[in-house]
T-cell receptor
């Protein structure tokens, strides 16, 4: 069975600084998808970034980028130029193709400080 | 374009009662997913419906069930409520993507269920 681990329950970062959220996973699959979702306080979860395991290039979406290390089964999220609106719970998720179900980590609560 | 909607927003029930939660997907989405977000346990996958059929199920007892209607909306039913069923229940929808599942799931705001 696949598992996803986020070892940082809470983190804080100063506005305009860079922060990296960690995620590791365990799977015997060779092909899979990895996601980072953001859940702002009292607001809906939204997708931040997605990575397909067969792609070696790290995904990037504006200020958000990932460091995908397939051999190490690591999928960290880097947020550059942090903004107050980045304050949220961040969930790392794994999906095995064809299952259509996310396996989520327990989340990292990120607070951006003014 | 309207997002995923869920009703009710909040619900308070007592042990042993039954509850029905509702979800309307984004227009054009045929797949609906249910997740339980309990305190300290993170998000757990409950059910996936597509084209009216249950396609996958998480590790939950049979008293958690649901269905999907011809208009792709969905209900989640929980029978014989227990205290540990207290959680935020999230519904998500997506377009079906062949056999991969890599399409983004769009989440609703959730229904907060409290069991006393």
């Amino acid at each position: 069975a696949q598992t996803v681990t986020q070892s940082q329950p809470e983190m804080s970062v100063q506005e305009a600084e860079t922060v990296t959220l960690s995620c590791t996973y365990d799977t015997s699959e060779n092909n899979y998808y990895l996601f980072w979702y953001k859940q702002p306080p009292s607001r809906q979860m939204i997708l931040v970034i997605r990575q397909e395991a067969y792609k070696q290039q790290n995904a990037t979406e504006n200020r958000f980028s990932v460091n995908f290390q397939k051999a190490a089964k690591s999928f960290s999220l880097k947020i550059s130029d942090s903004q107050l609106g980045d304050t949220a719970m961040y969930f790392c998720a794994f999906m095995k193709p064809g299952t259509y179900k996310y396996i989520f980590g327990t989340g990292t609560r990120l607070k951006v400080l003014a | 374009e309207a997002g995923v909607t869920q009703s009710p927003t909040h619900l308070i029930k007592t042990r042993g009662q039954q509850v029905t939660l509702r979800c309307s997907p984004i227009s054009g989405h045929t797949s609906v997913y249910w997740y339980q977000q309990a305190l300290g346990l993170g998000l757990q996958f409950l059910l996936w419906y597509d084209e009216g059929e249950e396609r996958n199920r998480g590790n939950f007892p049979p008293r958690f069930s649901g269905r999907q209607f011809p208009n792709y909306s969905s209900e989640l039913n929980v029978n014989a409520l227990e205290l540990e069923d207290s959680a935020l229940y999230l519904c998500a929808s997506s377009m079906r993507s062949g056999t991969s599942g890599k399409n983004e799931q769009f989440f609703g705001p959730g229904t907060r269920l409290t069991v006393l």
